[in-house]
């Protein structure tokens, strides 16, 4: 598949000659319905995407071994093969945990081929499980087989789909383990630990946590027979779900742990990025940009959006955005514009200060929120791709975003409110489609960069940046 093919040249000809047959001009577009009728009629055209109602058609998506490449930072862009990669993408933490199970595993391969008909790129994934049921680690460096075969199918499956995977290596939080559990295996072992951020400090700690590392990144696919380290399925490894060291509120203590494990990851594996997973809050480093915390505790968890990005070896900055969370539980239009302005600080940063990509890598609502409905959902997430657009255009950071979190059918039980399920969000689902069509084309955009005539071009920003997402 050469070059030119792969940038879609043949196809925007014929999206452009479509607009013209049509008479459009940029003011031609008369709302969403007839933007996606159009986004339609340009896959159908395309020699890479056919569409189902709005779908990808993954079996259409290259399938030669040689564009799958690892994904790198370069600048403020992702890249792959010399081409840009923004991110459309999606959190599911269970997979592990449902791969090990062969009742459930097949909801592996379910999410997988939806997430890939909407055109979704790259999923977030927990490659932890610590001592707890179906235990991935079940003592520092004792590690269930069986277990790991399934993170293995995770990774195999994620392929088949072409879809990458952002693989998080331990949790703040004590679901599935996390540091508490990291510290009970220390005083298990004689230490007399007291708090749970010792998981940052404390040299045995640190060794389990690098023992943990080692053995993910070293491990041998059993399906496809390539190391970790060295399977471009694997967007990025993150170091941690979420840090916060509250103990520690200048953030000193952090700040070492992310040094030394960004330089760690970085002296296994050379070749993927490495990000903190961070949620984005601004500590002491930046006092005029703590005015962008969603509120005063923020500031005081122990993490530095700005520093903390600035440690060697990390590669871009991830961000999470819970409004509803973070402010209060009850929907309003605050919510979208705290949405908004966090976004466009952070995507300041990372151009100003970091020089990275960054990444929205947490993103969304909970039903059980009061005042939601179904169409605000849309409205957020039209926001946060909205601004992702306003960014891209302009070259800038803003390199992706995550929703948090796509479910299959008949996994319910698994929702913490935050579940979308395609096949009953058919608005949502239309929305995530579109906005992946838009960024497939800056994806392509090797060679027809002002190329075009003045009208051609102006047709297709409309359709890249019509305000109607």
């Known amino acids: 598949m050469d070059t030119c093919k792969r940038c879609f040249i043949l196809s925007l000809v014929f999206f452009m000659v479509f607009f013209e047959d049509l008479g459009t001009n940029v003011h031609g577009f008369q709302g969403e319905e007839q933007i996606e009728t159009t986004v339609e009629d340009f896959l159908d055209l395309s020699p890479h995407f056919t569409t189902t109602q709005g779908m990808y058609d993954v079996e259409e998506v290259g399938d030669d071994d040689d564009d799958w490449q ?60 610590d001592g707890q049921w179906r235990a991935l680690q079940k003592s520092p460096s004792v590690y269930d087989e069986e277990v790991f075969k399934a993170l293995d199918f995770v990774v195999s499956e994620a392929k088949k789909y072409k879809i990458r995977l952002i693989l998080s290596l331990v949790n703040n939080w004590d679901a599935y383990g996390g540091k508490a559990q990291y510290v009970k295996w220390g005083n298990a072992s004689g230490l007399n630990l007291t708090s749970d951020d010792e998981f940052f400090s404390h040299p045995t700690l640190r060794s389990y946590y690098k023992s943990h590392v080692k053995a993910v990144l070293n491990r041998v696919n059993t399906f496809t027979n390539i190391t970790y380290k ?15 060291c509250t103990s520690d509120p200048s953030g000193d203590t952090l700040q070492s742990w992310i ?13 993927h990025m490495v990000e903190i997973g961070l949620e984005g809050f601004y500590g002491p480093s930046a006092p005029a940009r703590t005015q962008f915390n969603p509120n005063s505790y923020a500031t005081q968890v122990g993490t530095d959006f700005i520093r903390n990005h600035q440690a060697l070896g990390v590669d871009f900055a991830s961000v999470h955005i819970y409004a509803d969370s973070w402010i209060s539980p009850t929907i309003s239009d605050a919510h979208l514009e705290f949405t908004k302005s966090w976004m466009e600080a952070h995507i300041e940063d990372a151009e100003k200060y970091l020089g990275m990509p960054v990444i929205f890598s947490e993103f969304g609502v909970s039903r059980k929120d009061p005042g939601y409905n179904s169409s605000y959902r849309d409205t957020l997430i039209s926001t946060v ?16 975003s995550l929703l948090w979190q796509l479910f299959p059918d008949g996994t319910d039980y698994m929702d913490d409110g935050y579940a979308i399920v395609l096949g009953k969000s058919p608005s949502t689902s239309n929305l995530i489609s579109l906005h992946s069509t838009r960024v497939a084309i800056f994806n392509s955009r090797c060679s027809w960069k002002c190329r075009w005539g003045c009208r051609k071009k102006n047709s297709l920003e409309t359709f890249l940046y019509h305000d109607d997402l």
């Open 259 to 271: 040094a030394e494990m960004a330089a760690y990851v970085k002296s296994l594996d050379a070749k």
């Open 230 to 244: 060295n399977d471009p399925t694997i967007f990025a490894w993150e170091l941690m779900n979420e840090p916060r």
């Open 385 to 400: 791709y909205k601004t992702l657009l306003n960014s891209t255009k302009k070259g800038g950071s803003g390199a992706g």
């Open 70 to 129: 690892m994904v790198q930072a370069k600048g403020n862009q992702f890249v792959v093969n010399g081409q840009p990669f923004y991110v459309n993408g999606f959190n599911t933490y269970w997979l592990m945990v449902f791969a090990a199970d062969q009742s459930t595993r097949g909801k592996v391969s379910e999410l997988f081929q939806q997430a890939s008909s909407v055109g979704l790129t790259v999923c977030r994934t927990w490659a932890f499980n």
